[in-house]
């Protein structure tokens, strides 16, 4: 994959799936922003990546809030001049049964998770109209598809971000935006070590593939939705999951 002179954003990408797809974009040639609401994390990230020799920057982005968004988008074109791909993949779990969800459970999931995909959307897609060129990918997950006991708000934002996907593919088709989503299923991360070996031994018994997936197998979904290969892709929802969900 030939990503030399692309420039992409990653939301959420200090650590777990956004690292790997940080780390996958620049080795294959893009100059990353490494953009998340752990400032100190991210610029950590940023560093070890320019130590290595690869293009990067850190932001810090509360993407619940548009101001912090726009002020992210500017830092990064008086640093890069353009913005050619943006990975919504920012997402937080407040998990429990519905009757003990309380508003904030709710709200913050729905703010960070979709809201968060519409103001980045919102504010990126401006600057990619005006290059006429750009792609975008949002982290779904299963979830979204199948919905999951524990997980009302999760999930709810994450159907949300499915539909959104397709609205967006649609608009901005017209300026050669390509907008996808990567749906997982089980993987490996700070976010899935919370739950209980129970728990996870139960998934890995409904995957075919009957392992835990990795933050790179997302990374290279990622990679191929943002390169050349997919060129004639826009509005779809790529599962990533063993098999979990057909
Ligand atoms: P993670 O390790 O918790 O990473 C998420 C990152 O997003 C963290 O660095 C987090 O910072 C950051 N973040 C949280 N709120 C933010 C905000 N308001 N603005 C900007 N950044 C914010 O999670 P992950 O497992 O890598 O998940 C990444 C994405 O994949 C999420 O959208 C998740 O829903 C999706 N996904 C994950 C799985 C899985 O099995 N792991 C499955 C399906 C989908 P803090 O830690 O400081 O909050």
New binding site residues.
């Given amino acids: 994959m030939d990503l030399k002179n692309k420039v992409a954003v990653v939301?959420?990408?200090?650590?777990?799936?956004?690292?790997?797809i940080t780390l996958n974009l620049a080795q294959n040639g893009a100059s990353v922003a490494v953009?998340?609401?752990?400032e100190n994390?991210?610029e950590q990230t940023a560093r070890e990546l320019r130590e290595t020799g690869f293009k990067a920057m850190a932001c810090g982005?509360?993407?619940?809030?548009i101001s912090?968004v726009e002020e992210m988008v500017k830092k990064i074109l008086d640093k890069f001049d353009r913005i050619d791909i943006l990975v919504?993949?920012?997402?937080?779990?407040r998990d429990t049964l519905l009757i003990r969800m309380k508003d904030e459970d709710w709200d913050s999931v729905l703010?960070?998770?979709l809201k968060?995909v519409f103001n980045c959307t919102k504010t990126v897609s401006k600057v990619m109209m005006k290059q006429r060129v750009g792609r975008i990918v949002n982290?779904?997950?299963?979830?979204g598809l199948m919905g999951n006991a524990g997980q009302a708000n999760?999930s709810a934002?994450?159907g949300g971000?499915i539909a959104l996907t397709k609205t967006c593919a649609k608009e901005l088709a017209g300026r050669n935006i390509n907008v996808n989503a990567?749906?997982?299923?089980?993987?490996?991360?700070?976010?899935?070590d919370k739950l209980s070996d129970e728990i996870k031994n139960n998934y890995v018994k409904l995957i075919p593939l009957a392992k835990?997936?990795q933050?790179e197998d997302?990374a290279n979904t990622v990679l191929f939705l943002v390169s050349d290969l997919s060129d004639y892709i826009t509005g779809q929802v790529l599962k990533v999951?063993g098999g979990m969900v057909m």
């Avoid at 982290?139 to 979830?143: D, E, H, M, T």
């Avoid at 990567?182 to 993987?187: D, R, S, Y």
């Fill in positions: 939301t959420g990408a200090a650590q777990g799936i956004g690292r790997a953009c998340d609401i752990d994390l991210a982005l509360d993407v619940t809030r912090s919504n993949n920012a997402g937080i779990t703010n960070v998770n968060g982290i779904a997950s299963i979830v999760y934002s994450k971000v990567v749906a997982p299923g089980f993987i490996q991360t700070r976010m899935t835990l997936g933050p997302v999951d």
